[in-house]
T-cell receptor, first 113, second 114 residues
Framework: DTGVSQDPRHKITKRGQNVTFRCDPISEHNRLYWYRQTLGQGPEFLTYFQNEAQLEKSRLLSDRFSAERPKGSFSTLEIQRTEQGDSAMYLC???????????FGPGTRLTVT | AQKITQTQPGMFVQEKEAVTLDCTYDTSDQSYGLFWYKQPSSGEMIFLIYQGSYDEQNATEGRYSLNFQKARKSANLVISASQLGDSAMYFCAMRAGSARQLTFGSGTQLTVLP
């Protein structure tokens, strides 16, 4: 069984540009989560999907952020009009129905210049 | 609101010795779960161990055990027989009530000395 995969692994963009990240969860994991981690901190929750439904969104998720999971499989996270404060590691995790543990992908490191 | 506190920014342990990483939590929910994750320098978060609030016995997974003291709201991770490969950042996390998302602490950087 392959783990959670994320693409790209690294992204450098200029302030004001839009970026999109992709997450492919572990097969049969119906729950998918996005977190953001800045240097020296623990991950912070952004949003959560069960199948294709987005069930929770953090107040951290400004209007410039949008996430989708159109067919209940992979998910995308888009950041519009990026700001320097968006520089962080964006982590995706998935879990099985009824299971507690979340399995994380390798993350996408975003640098906004 | 849920809160996780990890008061040890850094810890050192000699290879083959045991080490305890501290974690305290705060929640008003009666049903919750506590987790420990390891994050090596490569960046990927690795799930280590889980303890449910209603579990009567402390969770164990190989060399990892979770010392759960409900009255004190603590969920310390014990690593026995430390190995050089255990050097990493360790995060305590909690899921509370009906929420599915995890709340993480600020982490403890563990260094295992040869």
């Amino acid at each position: 069984d392959t783990g959670v995969s994320q693409d790209p692994r690294h992204k450098i963009t200029k302030r004001g540009q839009n970026v999109t990240f992709r997450c492919d969860p572990i097969s049969e994991h119906n729950r998918l989560y996005w977190y953001r981690q800045t240097l020296g901190q623990g991950p912070e929750f952004l949003t959560y999907f069960q199948n294709e439904a987005q069930l929770e969104k953090s107040r951290l998720l400004s209007d410039r952020f949008s996430a989708e999971r159109p067919k209940g499989s992979f998910s995308t996270l888009e950041i519009q009009r990026t700001e320097q404060g968006d520089s962080a590691m964006y982590l995706c995790a998935s879990s099985l129905p009824g299971a507690e543990e979340q399995y994380f992908g390798p993350g996408t490191r975003l640098t906004v210049t | 609101a849920q809160k996780i506190t990890q008061t040890q920014p850094g810890m050192f342990v000699q290879e083959k010795e045991a080490v305890t990483l501290d974690c305290t939590y705060d929640t008003s929910d009666q049903s919750y779960g506590l987790f420990w994750y390891k994050q090596p320098s490569s960046g990927e978060m690795i799930f280590l161990i889980y303890q449910g609030s209603y579990d009567e016995q402390n969770a164990t997974e190989g060399r990892y055990s979770l010392n759960f003291q409900k009255a004190r709201k603590s969920a310390n991770l014990v690593i026995s027989a430390s190995q050089l490969g255990d050097s990493a950042m360790y995060f305590c996390a909690m899921r509370a009530g009906s929420a599915r998302q995890l709340t993480f602490g600020s982490g403890t950087q563990l260094t295992v000395l040869p």
